[in-house]
């Protein structure tokens, strides 16, 4: 399994619509390709600006090159995101998972 990972910042006034605007493109879109194991979401407020950190599980990198493209290492944008985005990682990060433990339930948003 390889786990694909990727950052944003937004502006701390508009962090509430980030999480649902990224279920809604990019996770979105990720849980929707074949190949794709799941998702997770991360935030954290910072002093000026919420970090929020997406990591995609998926079985092969065929899979990630299915949702991402030949370049999958280039992070993929949607039309809208400067609208909810101060900045993010132009390029995401591939991880070998070498071990996943423990994550048999599901945990709601704002938990």
């Given at each position: 399994m390889i786990?694909?990972?990727w950052?944003?910042?937004?502006?701390?006034?508009q962090?509430?619509?980030?999480g649902?605007?990224l279920r809604?493109?990019?996770?979105g879109?990720?849980?929707r390709?074949?190949g794709?194991?799941?998702?997770?979401?991360?935030r954290r407020?910072?002093?000026?600006e919420t970090l929020?950190e997406?990591?995609?599980?998926?079985?092969s990198?065929?899979?990630i090159?299915?949702f991402a493209?030949?370049d999958?290492?280039?992070?993929?944008l949607y039309?809208?995101?400067?609208q909810y985005f101060?900045?993010?990682d132009e390029?995401?990060?591939h991880?070998?998972?070498?071990?996943?433990?423990?994550l048999?339930?599901?945990?709601?948003?704002?938990?």
């Open positions: 786990a694909r990972r950052r944003v910042w937004a502006r701390r006034e962090a509430d619509a980030v649902p605007y809604a493109t990019g996770s879109d990720a849980l390709t074949p794709n194991e799941g998702a997770l979401l991360l407020d910072e002093v000026e929020f997406l990591t995609t599980l998926w079985r990198m065929d899979a090159r299915e493209g030949e999958y290492t280039r992070a993929v039309a809208n995101d400067e101060l900045r993010w390029r995401v990060e991880f070998e998972v070498t071990s996943l433990e423990g048999n339930q599901q945990v709601a948003p704002g938990s």
